[in-house]
């Protein structure tokens, strides 16, 4: 089994979307006193996925809080700019961070010079969660899953090529244990992002990769310039109902994996203002309008969280995320 890497980075492109006014928002202003604008400080640049779920959020919650709400975008670095920025803001929850876990999560154990700990901050809410799917270029015709592993054990043919956004990020990451789990044979290119790893496999620069759906990569597998092999997770997904999982497959169980925007509050803010926050988004996030909206960005639906099952889903996907970075022995550069 051999995974290499080369240095690279950064994340994913999308498209433009415009923010809409949501009926039956719960008004919370006595729990958040502060007329000062709320700021949503985004990880990426503007544009992006995340940033426009942001941004789809924005008129809802002013409703919802009575107050303008400000989006600042900062991104770089893995996000830990933005998320370093939040953490020095007073702690009064009028300052929020909008990063994906993915990030949050990784940063500090693949970047030295990222010195927070993910536990300094708490989830508030998921805004755009999706599968991770395992794609090849069309020089490929594999029948599954299966027979992309056997091909890639064998030894005396060249190992095939995994784009990823570079060292620690989240395709990285997926990729190491995906070789590490079947003794696949991959060699890791990195790019700066999704829209780069996307143009290399329809170039044929590189044999597969692991991607977030989203809408361009699935018109690009229902036209078949790209192939599907299959979901990382335990049931399929709605857009591509006959794509199997991965963990259908004889050599992989288990084997989940998602990109996930969210909305996060430092872990310092008061309780009662950490709950109002949670109880305006979900009404947000719950309504047709935004559940509209994830589907036209080929996302899954956000399910209704508690603030408690929330900092439970938080804690296992850095429990998770930890136990995978050591067992490929991801180290800090």
Same mark, same amino acid.
């Given at each position: 089994m051999k995974f290499v890497c080369k240095l690279g980075r950064r994340y994913l492109a999308a498209c433009i979307v415009a923010a809409a006014t949501l009926p039956s928002i719960t008004i919370v202003h006595a729990q958040i006193p502060s007329s000062r604008p709320l700021v949503l400080r985004v990880a990426y640049p503007a544009g992006g996925p995340a940033d426009v779920a942001t941004r789809k959020i924005q008129v809802p919650l002013q409703t919802a809080l009575g107050k303008p709400v400000i989006i600042e975008n900062l991104p770089g670095a893995g996000g830990s700019i933005a998320a370093n920025n939040v953490l020095a803001a007073a702690p009064d929850g009028q300052t929020l961070l909008v990063t994906t876990g993915n990030d949050m999560i990784l940063s500090p154990l693949a970047l030295s010079q990222v010195k927070y700990k993910p536990e300094q901050y708490r989830l508030l809410a998921t805004i755009l969660p999706t599968d991770f799917m395992l794609v090849t270029s069309a020089d490929h015709a594999f029948s599954g899953i299966d027979a992309l592993i056997e091909r890639a054990r064998k030894s005396d043919q060249k190992e095939l090529t995994i784009g990823s956004w570079g060292y620690g990020s989240a395709p990285y990451l997926v990729g190491a244990d995906f070789s590490a789990s079947t003794n696949a044979r991959v060699l890791d290119v990195p790019?700066?992002?999704? $829209?780069? =790893?996307?143009?290399?496999? &329809?170039?044929? *620069?590189?044999? +597969? !990769?692991? =991607?977030?759906?989203?809408?361009? =990569?699935? *018109? &690009?597998?229902?036209?078949?310039?790209?192939?599907?092999?299959?979901v990382a997770n335990t049931?399929?997904?709605?857009?591509?109902?006959?794509?199997?999982t991965l963990s259908e497959g004889k050599y992989l169980k288990n084997f989940v994996y998602s990109a996930w925007a969210a909305v996060f509050v430092p872990a310092s803010v008061p309780e009662s203002v950490a709950a109002a926050l949670h109880k305006s988004l979900a009404d947000i996030t719950g309504s047709s309008d935004f559940q509209s909206f994830l589907k036209d960005s080929a996302a899954l639906p956000?399910?209704? +969280?508690?603030? !408690?099952?929330? $900092?439970?889903?938080?804690?296992? *996907?850095?429990?998770?995320?930890?136990?995978?970075?050591?067992? =490929?022995?991801?180290?800090p550069q």
């Open positions: 790019y700066k992002g999704a $829209a780069p =790893v996307i143009q290399a496999l &329809l170039s044929r *620069e590189i044999d +597969m !990769a692991f =991607v977030p759906l989203a809408p361009n =990569v699935l *018109e &690009l597998i229902r036209t078949g310039k790209i192939n599907a092999i299959g049931k399929r997904n709605p857009y591509l109902p006959k794509l199997p956000v399910e209704p +969280m508690t603030l !408690a099952q929330s $900092a439970a889903f938080y804690q296992a *996907e850095i429990d998770k995320f930890r136990r995978i970075a050591k067992a =490929v022995k991801l180290e």
